[in-house]
DNA sequence: GCCGTTTTCGGCCCGACTGTTTTCAGTCG
């Protein structure tokens, strides 16, 4: 039987295709069509073999007859012969190179052809011989840069949760605050769109006096070394490795430099051959219309200019929101204002820190309305999860909590656990006693496909499990998701009516915003949970509604912006 | 290789910075 390709995999192997055409030194267009392709099937949602049997695959935007064709075959035997030929011609380890950076598919083709060379190893030890200068094009600096750039990939790490990058970012934006003549600083980048994962920090600096604001930015206490210095940019990286771009354009450019910062590449990609159809050139500088100038201090003004709505940071991935403002229907998104509880978190009743009150009173501080208070059971021994007898004794604490606060609904659930073989941790008679139940894998996560996602389905159809937990238990940098099969799994929550949680912890932020998209289309239930262990962990919040955001989700998506009373009615 | 209320062929975003160059190519975002 032919292997089967997921997602994922397939967008790999063509990613893969347009790195080899580059390096072979195709026209570049042909590379760009396949990774806009790949970008596409990555964020799908939906299983590409779905679409490849039941429809066009066609449909997913920028797949046309040539990569339709080739996807048929790689679908329906396992194999691509097209990559299997250009695979002869460039070596797996002549694109491993591409990882080194500041160097590109030119470097790679010349330093290949000329010195043999297939591995990152041989690079260095041919820049250490002082061989690499010796190539035309190539001279000292070149070699020293290129040996740097292989240091900086050994030690640097892959990309970092927005939840870690976020505090970096916050404390050097303060420190850029500091500088005279400084405005406005804001982060830019994946950090603004709130993606899952950033993989450098970029900020932004409104001044009409760039200068002082550089010289401060290379000299902070987290800078290892400046690696690019000019006029309006820098880029400095840090002791842990991370790169961070500065861009520095006064206040009337201000607008310009953040839509163009924010990105994404795509987006803006798009919204710059909107432009030319207007007869307008768009860049981080403003709008020019043949020696015209027309600036843009605010962002918004980027947008108003082309005729489109504002688009907020986190839609910016050109996966339909162009279009969408163009016609003036974009979502209303899910904001944090709306959110009125958090249905799951966690307390020194199980592996929490805090106890039910704490919980409660930071509950309270935050504006919420209720709480869920919903610890883990019996068989997460590891979690000192709850036996049915100590979870009648929290019963109990939890009721007495809840008579001090009138204004306040406090809550009982509890997580419960999906078991390695399928069952759920309690029986029946157990689980109609509590109001919310959410049930979760926290075991088995390496099972086959058809067995985890069996394991869910079977909870998802429980009339008493309200919630599915952390669906897919990815840990970000830690643990890949499981095979579970989400799009099914959606399908049955949306006719069961079983909501789906969008976990806010930073390296979890699962259910992933592709799926929140999907799981929204298909009139699935959604709540974003805090999984607060700490009172402090109540604020990941804001990283779970930036998911839902991301997933194009709208407060009427999501039950806890509900009142206490609708939610409970809605989960009976 | 994709795509089309200006096109089924001829376009395909725009600029900063660096290095090895005498006017520009490569890389990156």
Redesign the pocket.
């Known amino acids: 039987m032919a292997r089967t390709w997921t997602n994922r995999e397939v967008a790999e192997l063509l990613r893969r295709i347009a790195d080899m055409l580059e390096i072979k030194g195709e ?1 570049i ?2 590379s ?3 990774r ?2 790949a970008d596409n099937i990555a964020d799908l949602g939906r299983d590409l073999r779905a679409i490849w049997r039941e429809g066009d695959l ?1 449909e997913i ?8 064709k ?1 996807l048929d075959e790689l679908l329906s035997t396992g194999r691509l012969r ?1 990559y299997e030929k250009l695979e002869e011609e460039v070596p797996a380890g002549v694109l491993s190179l ?1 990882a ?9 083709k010349l330093i290949w052809e000329r010195l043999g060379i297939l591995s990152v190893a041989e690079v260095e030890r041919a820049a250490r011989e002082g061989k690499l ?1 010796q190539l ?8 020293q ?1 290129i040996l740097r750039g292989i240091e900086l990939l050994h030690r640097r790490s892959e990309r970092i949760p927005l939840g870690t990058a976020w505090p970096v970012a916050r404390e050097l934006l303060a420190a850029l605050r500091q500088v005279l003549g400084v405005r406005k600083a804001t982060a830019a ?1 994946s950090l603004r769109r709130m993606c899952a994962t950033v ?2 920090l ?1 900020l932004l600096v409104s001044s009409s006096s760039p200068a002082p604001v550089m010289q401060v930015f290379g000299q902070l206490p987290q800078v290892e070394r400046v690696s ?7 880029t400095v990286i840090q002791r842990n490795g991370l ?1 961070v ?1 500065l861009r520095v354009l006064p206040p009337e450019r201000y607008g310009s430099l953040l839509q163009y ?1 924010t ?1 994404s ?1 795509s987006h ?2 798009k919204l ?2 909107l ?3 207007q007869g307008l ?5 403003g709008f ?1 219309r043949g020696e015209e100038e027309i600036l843009c201090p605010r962002e918004g003004d980027v947008y108003r200019m082309l005729g489109l709505q504002r688009i907020p940071p986190e839609l910016r991935e050109d996966r339909g929101e162009i279009e969408a403002a163009a016609e003036g229907r974009l979502p209303a998104l899910v904001t944090e204002g709306d959110i009125r509880g958090d249905l799951h978190c966690h307390t020194d009743w199980s592996d929490g820190a805090a106890s039910i009150e704490e919980m409660a009173l930071a509950a309270m501080e935050r504006g919420y309305e209720y709480l869920v208070i919903s610890d883990h059971t019996q068989s997460l021994g590891v979690a000192n999860g709850l036996t049915p007898e100590r979870l009648k004794e929290q019963r109990q604490e939890i009721e007495r909590v809840d008579a001090r606060y009138p204004d306040f609904r406090l809550l009982q659930g509890y997580e419960l656990e999906i078991k390695a073989d399928g069952t759920l941790d309690f029986p029946d008679d157990v689980l109609a006693e509590l109001d919310v139940v959410i049930a979760s894998v926290h075991s088995g996560l390496r099972q086959e496909r058809e067995k985890i996602t069996q394991r869910v389905l079977n909870a998802v159809r429980n009339p008493h499990v309200d919630i599915i937990g952390h669906l897919s238990g990815r840990i970000l940098g830690h643990r890949e998701p499981s095979e579970v099969d989400i799009p099914e799994v959606l399908r049955e929550a949306a006719k069961t009516g079983t909501i789906i949680e969008i976990n806010s912890i930073p390296d979890r932020l699962d259910l992933e915003d592709i799926y929140v998209r999907r799981a929204v289309g298909l009139g699935v239930r959604l709540a974003i949970n805090s999984d607060a262990h700490s009172v402090g962990g109540l604020d990941m919040m804001r990283f779970g509604i930036a998911t839902a955001r991301r997933g194009w989700a709208e407060a009427k998506d999501i039950v806890n912006t509900l009142p206490v009373g609708d939610l409970l009615a809605l989960i009976g």
């Open positions: 026209v267009y042909k760009i069509a396949y806009r392709a066609r935007p920028g797949v046309g007859q040539a990569l339709s080739k097209y591409l080194i950076p500041d160097v590109g598919p030119k470097t790679v200068r035309p094009g190539l001279g000292e600096k070149s070699e840069r980048g993989g450098d970029d690019l210095s000019g006029e309006t940019k820098t790169q771009d910062f990105g590449k803006n990609v710059r051959g432009a030319l159809e050139s768009l860049s981080e500088y020019k």
